[in-house]
């Protein structure tokens, strides 16, 4: 069964350094999305991106953040310089339509 | 912001009896409402949908229901079994369009065998 892979599954960073998530949705999805879950809070929504440009954003998603979908098949959120509030878990998600999003399996990002 | 609101942190079941896991919302303009289940270290699996023009959607174990007037669904997953022991997430969109899921804290469902 097709699934979003992401990579790293942890990534350990110092504040103020910047850090690259990777995700691989599946192959025929058109909407792809970043979520991330703080330690005991709600998944929260960060950004949408289909034909290649952001479609929707959050709050969160301020000018430290962005996305980029490099070569066709992997799509990247890319925090410029880290807080100690970004630490959480990210959730890349694919959709072949909207609404029904399928999730990776997450990364889990701690900045020291 | 609690637009989604799921007020039982944990449920405990047992194994063959039916599971009723609870969701309400405030924000009447959402118009599509899923559910999805996560285990530890895992993402969250996409369990079923419904539209604000159903007030009831079947598959297999899992029945949503949508009570629109009182801002409420709930997930009945019936017979339990000791799989479905996991975080569950009520979700809501505003509409077929929109791409932004406003999630619920979730709720963590323990099937005793």
């Known amino acids: 069964e097709p699934e979003v892979t992401q990579t790293p599954s942890h990534q350990v960073t110092q504040m103020g350094q910047e850090v690259i998530l990777r995700c691989v949705p599946i192959s025929n999805h058109l909407y792809f999305y970043w979520y991330r879950q703080i330690l005991g809070q709600k998944v929260e929504f960060l950004v949408s991106f289909y034909n290649n440009e952001i479609s929707e954003k959050s709050e969160i998603f301020d000018d430290q953040f962005s996305v980029e979908r490099p070569d066709g098949s992997n799509f990247t959120l890319k925090i410029r310089s880290t807080k100690l509030e970004d630490s959480a878990m990210y959730f890349c998600?694919?959709?072949?339509?909207?609404?029904?999003?399928?999730f990776g399996q997450g990364t889990r990002l701690t900045v020291v | 912001d609690q637009q989604v609101k799921q007020n039982s942190p944990s449920l405990s079941v047992q194994e063959g009896r039916i599971s009723i896991l609870n969701c309400d919302y405030t924000?009447?303009?959402?118009?599509?409402f899923l559910w999805y289940k996560k285990y530890p270290a895992e993402g969250p699996t996409f369990l079923i949908s419904i539209s604000s023009i159903k007030d009831k959607n079947e598959d297999g174990r899992f029945t949503v229901f949508l009570n629109k007037s009182a801002k409420h669904l709930s997930l009945h997953i019936v017979p339990s079994q000791p799989g479905d022991s996991a975080v569950y997430f009520c979700a809501a969109s505003e509409d077929w369009g929109a791409q932004k899921l406003v999630f619920g804290q979730g709720t963590r469902l323990t099937i005793n065998p």
């Open positions: 998600a694919s959709s072949e339509r909207v609404i029904v999003a399928f």
């Open positions: 924000n009447s303009m959402f118009d599509y």
